[in-house]
């Protein structure tokens, strides 16, 4: 809608961003730039009509969804939204409630607990903190003695949130996972995300590899569910496929990078996230 002012939120500026941010002004948009890291947030009502927080730091973005909405801003993603995709453990949580599958998972508080959440997963598994993205401190757990340099390493960060072990069983995939991007109702396409040379992970920002996938109801339905299930309007989805054809979701991501979305499939996302905005803004 022409005259309404759409304000990016952000810490670090990306390429996805910037085709944002030229979509939106294609479109007849105003766009203001705040850049958290430069500039503080008031809880005085800024003149914007809604705000697209794209924070790579959790808390950057979650903090800056919640003063937003604190002034009665809309923020997409909200806060709530962010927090739930962005903390593993919670996330995990709003997936079992929703009923989605999800790999076998437990979680340990402290090294001893973690412990008894390994054991009781078995090996091998994977060990991950409950924040983090692009697959640091992710480790594979192939036998007890991995894990016991796991737990010295994450025992050295300073950070309590960092020494919680989201202990999860090791899905044995084809080399791949396959990620899907979702805006309100609508999945923008799918990806297979193939491993790197010599890396068990397959973020793209590791060396992955992505590559257009069918999008079948299947996947278009589980992944609708998920992005409810955190409340998110904008998130991507990451799914395991078993060796029996089914599907697991892995994680959510409430400020989802699409370079290799759009690399793989041609879909235009910002065009879409800028058209998103303006339905938002109609209602």
């Given at each position: 809608?022409?005259?309404?002012?759409?304000?990016?939120?952000?810490?670090?500026?990306?390429?996805?961003?910037?085709?944002?941010?030229?979509?939106?002004?294609?479109r007849g948009l105003s766009v203001r730039l705040t850049n958290v890291r430069q500039q503080h947030l008031l809880f005085d009502k800024p003149s914007v009509d809604?705000?697209?927080?794209?924070?790579?730091?959790?808390?950057?973005?979650?903090?800056?969804?919640?003063?937003?909405?604190?002034?009665?801003?809309?923020?997409?993603?909200?806060?709530?939204?962010?927090?739930?995709?962005?903390?593993?453990?919670?996330?995990?949580?709003?997936?079992?409630?929703?009923?989605?599958?999800?790999?076998?998972?437990?979680?340990?508080?402290?090294?001893?607990?973690?412990?008894?959440?390994?054991?009781?997963?078995?090996?091998?598994?994977?060990?991950?903190?409950?924040i983090g993205s692009w697959g640091r401190l992710v480790a594979l757990i192939k036998d007890e003695l991995t894990f016991k340099t796991v737990l010295e390493h994450?025992?050295?960060?300073?950070?309590?949130?960092?020494?919680?072990?989201?202990?999860?069983?090791?899905?044995?995939?084809?080399?791949?996972?396959?990620?899907?991007?979702?805006?309100?109702?609508?999945?923008?396409?799918?990806?297979?995300?193939?491993?790197?040379?010599?890396?068990?992970?397959?973020?793209?920002?590791?060396?992955?590899?992505?590559?257009?996938?069918?999008?079948?109801?299947?996947?278009?339905?589980?992944?609708?569910?998920?992005?409810?299930?955190?409340?998110?309007?904008?998130?991507?989805?990451?799914?395991?496929?078993?060796?029996?054809?089914?599907?697991?979701?892995?994680?959510?991501?409430?400020?989802?990078?699409?370079?290799?979305?759009?690399?793989?499939?041609?879909?235009?996302?910002?065009?879409?996230?800028?058209?998103?905005?303006?339905?938002?803004?109609?209602?």
């Amino acid at each position: 809608m022409a005259g309404q002012t759409l304000e990016i939120i952000y810490d670090v500026p990306r390429v996805e961003e910037k085709l944002i941010l030229k979509s939106a002004k294609m479109r007849g948009l105003s766009v203001r730039l705040t850049n958290v890291r430069q500039q503080h947030l008031l809880f005085d009502k800024p003149s914007v009509d809604i705000s697209l927080v794209r924070c790579i730091s959790m808390y950057n973005a979650a903090h800056s969804a919640a003063v937003r909405e604190g002034v009665g801003v809309r923020a997409i993603n909200s806060s709530e939204a962010i927090i739930y995709s962005g903390n593993k453990i919670l996330t995990v949580s709003r997936l079992k409630a929703a009923g989605l599958p999800t790999p076998r998972t437990a979680v340990g508080l402290d090294d001893e607990a973690a412990a008894k959440a390994l054991e009781n997963v078995g090996l091998p598994a994977v060990d991950k903190p409950p924040i983090g993205s692009w697959g640091r401190l992710v480790a594979l757990i192939k036998d007890e003695l991995t894990f016991k340099t796991v737990l010295e390493h994450r025992r050295m960060i300073s950070s309590t949130i960092m020494k919680t072990h989201l202990i999860q069983e090791y899905i044995d995939i084809p080399n791949r996972d396959v990620r899907t991007v979702v805006l309100g109702d609508e999945v923008l396409g799918a990806i297979y995300r193939y491993r790197g040379d010599g890396d068990w992970r397959t973020n793209v920002a590791r060396g992955g590899v992505p590559v257009t996938a069918f999008l079948n109801d299947e996947l278009r339905e589980i992944s609708i569910k998920t992005a409810r299930a955190v409340g998110g309007d904008l998130v991507s989805v990451d799914i395991f496929e078993t060796v029996d054809g089914s599907y697991l979701v892995n994680e959510v991501n409430g400020v989802p990078e699409f370079k290799g979305l759009m690399q793989a499939t041609g879909v235009d996302v910002p065009e879409k996230i800028a058209d998103y905005i303006l339905g938002q803004l109609r209602r």
